[in-house]
């Protein structure tokens, strides 16, 4: 069998983490579906009712895939899933504590959270929302959003939540797994940074570990732009397993927030010990 040159990851969770972590990602989602309904009732400002979602949706990815990630998931499409399924649950069950605390919201006598348990009740509270606007609850109608402008908005927050989820979770997922020290490896950004003229000479080399190619090209300019850059990934514990990377990079200026590009043009190549240290010292 011929040893693999490029990292791949095993696929495998731990049957000892995965449980207590997703009963975790449970409870998150949980606690989460309160806190986000009676934030989106109780905000202050309009324009909060419009970011709320955004990061509700990107903390709930960023922080089941960091548990995922705890628990030795090794692949990213799977913390993704979970990640996705997660907040959508959690979504879904903040319709109970919101559609309630709109009517606490209002005073409406008599209440008691068992109406928004009963789901017959819960759906023509709900449908009472979507007739008079949830600021109108109780107020006897006014300017408040409602019917299929109120229905729209409620199609958008529901995009704005799930939407960026595949993202923020994507993105931190995954990473470099030492099968056999069974632990992440340590990334090791920006080791060095070629210029992008080098890119044809370098890539295909570096994709057959042929090392030498690093000293054969000069540095990058501190002024480059776009650049390439090395990142490694390195095994702390028996050092075996190490990965090289190359990454074009693009930074662009969008307002005052700069925004960067990177895509991979080699992606993991299997280091020995030796080699990356190698590369390390540069
Ligand atoms: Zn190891």
New binding site residues.
Partial sequence: MIPPTHYRHSNRVSLLWLPPALAVCAAIAFVMAFVYAYAMVYVPVVQLAFLLPIVYGAGMGAGITWILKKAKVRSPFIATGIAFLATAGSYALSWIPWTYATYARADVPGLTFLDVLWPPSLISMIAGIYETGAWSIGSGGGEAVSGVMLGICWVMEAIFVLGIVPFVAHGAAGGVF?E??DRWCSPIPDVMRLPVSAQRELAPRLDDRDLRVLTEVPRAQPYDNPFLVVDLAV?N?????NTLCLAHVHRTQQGNREHVARTYVVSHVLLTREQADWVRRG
């Fill in positions: 030492c056999k020290c095994c514990g028996c050092g075996e397993t």
